[in-house]
């Protein structure tokens, strides 16, 4: 597309579940401002981030299937169906959070190039139970004061939220600490998500957190 002159103003609605995770917006706007945009542009989205929080849930995901049932393992049938992450309605169904969200990643709309890289986050459990896997959503800042988000705890959208499954379900008590580490490894503009979760430890010695 050529244009006869730059714009003052870009309006995109190409924000996947987990803002970036399909649809390449990061690089199109991009290409977007450097190519159609005047100095100084208006932007909207101007930014979002992404939030994951581990759940558990008997109504979604893994945790509605049980371990065994009627003497039989549903463990294979369970890898097989959740071999990869992909979308969950957990909007207005039951699940029960183990922890406090976690912000993972800031996208500047107005200057990003780039898609993000790899990246963890501690959580602190807050809730015993069993961690089927986690649920991610984004917050996108429209204009000052003005945002639209995919949270569960909103009423569902056509984005529904992205769910990384765990499935060996670890159960976890509270005041323990857990790591996740992500990385969206993005190909042709799609994520294909790598992560992997493990528990962590005070050092007396050492703040930080340490692997166990």
Known sequence: MR???R???????????????????????????????KPGPRIIPESA????????????GAGRLPPRYYDLDFKPFSERLFKTCGLVRASGQPFVSLSQPAPFYHIDFRKDTRNPGKTFAPFRITAEGRLDGF?????????????????????????WQLYLPVLEQPH??????????LDPSIVAG??????????????SRNPRLTLR
């Open 172 to 181: 976890y008590h509270a005041g323990q600490t857990i790591l996740l580490y």
């Open 190 to 203: 799609e994520a294909a998500w790598n992560y992997a979760v493990q528990p962590a430890e005070a050092d």
């Open 49 to 60: 981030d992404t939030f994951l929080m581990p759940f558990c849930s008997e109504a979604f």
């Open 7 to 37: 714009c003052d103003v870009l309006v995109t609605e190409t924000l996947s579940a987990f803002c970036f995770d399909a649809e390449n917006i990061i690089e199109l706007v991009a290409d977007a401002r450097e190519r159609f945009l």
């Open 135 to 159: 649920l991610g959503w984004f917050e996108a800042h429209l204009c000052e004061g003005v945002t639209l988000s995919n949270s569960p705890y909103l009423p569902l959208t056509h984005w």
């Open 3 to 5: 244009l006869p002159e």
